[in-house]
Each structure stands twice: as C-alpha cells, then as structure tokens.
C-alpha cells in the first residue's frame, strides 16, 4: 500500500508549529528547558504506534476530541472511577470505543524517566493528536503547552457533551456553538471522520432506513452490518481512503457516501452543503482550516498554573 512507503518520511521530522495561533496560558516551547526532549519522545512513540497499527491514528485523534470537549483539555478522559466520581470512560460515546490508552501510558512512562514530574497528560493527548494527524499524511499545526491534569472526571458530562453520530445538523451546529466553535468549525473538525472506523450499531438506521444514502454504497456496507447481529463489527468512516487524512470524507458526503447520520447531514441541502464542496475539491483549503480549528480546541478550559497537576499515572490521581 502506497501509504506505507510515505508515511515513515512523516515520521522523521519534529512538527514544529505551521500556526502561531496558541493560547496565551499556553506556550509551544513550555518544555524547552524543562523538559527538551519531550516532543521527539511523543513524536517517536506516535510513529511507532501508527505503524504497527494504522487505526490508532484515529483513536489518538478521537481521544484528544473527547478530552477536549468535556471540562476542556485536561486529560479527565483518561481517568479510571474512583469511590468518588465516575469517570468519562464508561459514557455511552466512550464506552467499548475510546482507544489508545496504551500509547499514552507508553509515552508517560518514557517521559516520567527522562525528565519526572514534568510533562502533563493533558499535553501528551495533545501532542499525540497532532502527531497522528501528521503520520497519516494530513497537516500539522503548533500546539500550545503547559495544560496541566485534572482532579476528577464526570460521567455525565461525557455523556452530556460529546456530539452524538446521530444529531441532525441543527443540533451538531449547537452542540459545538456550545463549546464556543462556529459552524465552519463544526464542519471542518468533522473531516477527522476522514480516517478511523465506527461500529455497526451507530451507522445501521442510516444504512437501512435514510435516503440521502449511494444505493450502491449502502448495499456493500450491509455486508458487514446486518439488520440484526452485529452491533460491533467495524467499517471505515471513509471508504476511499480509509487510513490516510485528506479530503477524500467531503468527496464522499457530495456522493452521498457519509458513514453516520450525522456526517450526511453536512451535505443535506442546508446551509453547510457549499463549505463541504469546498473541502471536497480543495485539500490545501481543508487542511488550513483543521489545523486551526485544532488549536482553537487545543486551547478549550486548559488547567495551568497552580490549578490540577502533573499526574504520574494518567489513569489516576496523584
């Protein structure tokens, strides 16, 4: 597959910022001197994780979305329940589907020798995501540093917060208007769905019951999810180009080839059918806009100062 012989050359370079758009609470060079090898030990670990299985990309990717839009980036998502709260794991958009915990405890780990006590895994979800990105062939941006790790985690946040594949878009426009994003935003941050998978369960009254839906399209997906049974078995969100990050999920929406619900109603004859054909047929304009809507939420509610603190074990509170 051709993906294999340019991914690695991703890999080798340290992604240094293609935007200077960071918080002013955050700072890209945080861990210069505290910390200067942080970034090539997050980069490395990335790289490797991707290559030994392509999906994680995603999984990094979707990670740092769910940790972002709960209580803001500050890593509560990777959280375990305690006597005291129950955590964000176990909500119904997280539950049996959030990966890549491994890969943050495994970049933890390197960082907790090299320099202890210093770099936060609310920064390592972050940096993890855009690292990911990258090796999948998509853009880079600068990610602001200096988040640091929360106390607790809810529940029913996660399950409040976290837009649902099955929303229409006027409630995927407020669901992201109410963690301050626009509706171009809401769009292009969307495009993540243009790598990963999603299980039968979420896509199986779309490909049964909608119109707005390629015959041809939803017959091959029936294969692998039948009406009944089934719920977990696995198809790409993108069907193109099913691993790497372009524009190829707003040629599928124009060919009325979205996977959810939720992804079809981006071209539905509403008011984002123009900013999704100007993804499909333009990759640089798509890959400008994520990367700056990344940043945006890279910078939702970040714990800094003397507010959380720098966990040893991500899973749990110091």
């Known amino acids: 597959m051709a993906f294999h ?59 740092h979305f769910h940790d972002c839009f709960v209580n803001g980036c500050d890593a509560s998502v990777l959280l375990d329940d ?48 855009r690292d990911s990105v990258k090796a999948l ?25 976290i837009p649902s594949p099955l929303m229409d878009l006027s409630d995927l426009i407020s669901a992201f208007s109410n963690k301050g994003f626009t509706t171009n935003e809401m769009v292009v941050l969307s495009g993540a769905h243009t790598t990963g998978q999603a299980r039968c369960q979420l896509f199986r ?45 707003f040629k599928n929406l124009v060919n009325k080839k979205g996977l959810l619900h939720s992804d079809q109603q981006l071209f539905s004859g509403g008011s984002t059918d123009s900013q999704v054909t100007t993804y499909s047929t333009s990759p640089s304009t798509f890959n400008a806009d994520f990367a700056s809507a990344m940043v945006k939420m890279g910078n939702l509610s970040p714990l800094t100062g003397n507010n959380g603190q720098i966990r040893t074990n991500c899973h749990k509170v110091n």
């Not at 539950?95 to 770099?119: H, M, W, Y």
């Open 5 to 63: 012989s340019h991914y690695n050359i991703f890999c080798f370079f340290i992604l240094f910022s293609f935007l200077a758009m960071t918080s002013a609470q955050l700072s890209s060079d945080f861990y210069g001197t505290t910390c200067p090898k942080a970034l090539s030990i997050i980069n490395s670990a990335v790289c490797s994780a991707v290559s030994k299985e392509q999906r994680m990309g995603a999984s990094l990717l979707r990670l």
């Open 82 to 129: 305690t006597s005291s709260f129950t955590g964000e794991k176990s909500a119904g958009a997280n539950v049996n589907s959030l990966r890549g915990f491994e890969v943050i405890d495994d970049i933890k780990t390197q960082l907790e020798t090299a320099c202890p006590g210093i770099v936060s895994c609310a920064d390592i979800v972050a940096v993890a995501a």
């Open 137 to 161: 062939g998509g853009p880079s941006w600068s990610v602001g540093l200096g988040r640091r790790d929360s106390t607790t985690a809810s529940k029913d946040a996660a399950t409040n917060d």
């Open 205 to 249: 009254g779309r490909i049964y019951n909608e119109t707005t839906i390629d015959s041809n399209f939803a017959t091959s997906v029936k294969s692998n999810c039948p009406s009944t049974g089934g719920d977990s078995n696995l198809t790409s969100l993108d069907v193109t180009t099913n691993v790497l990050f372009d524009n190829a999920y």
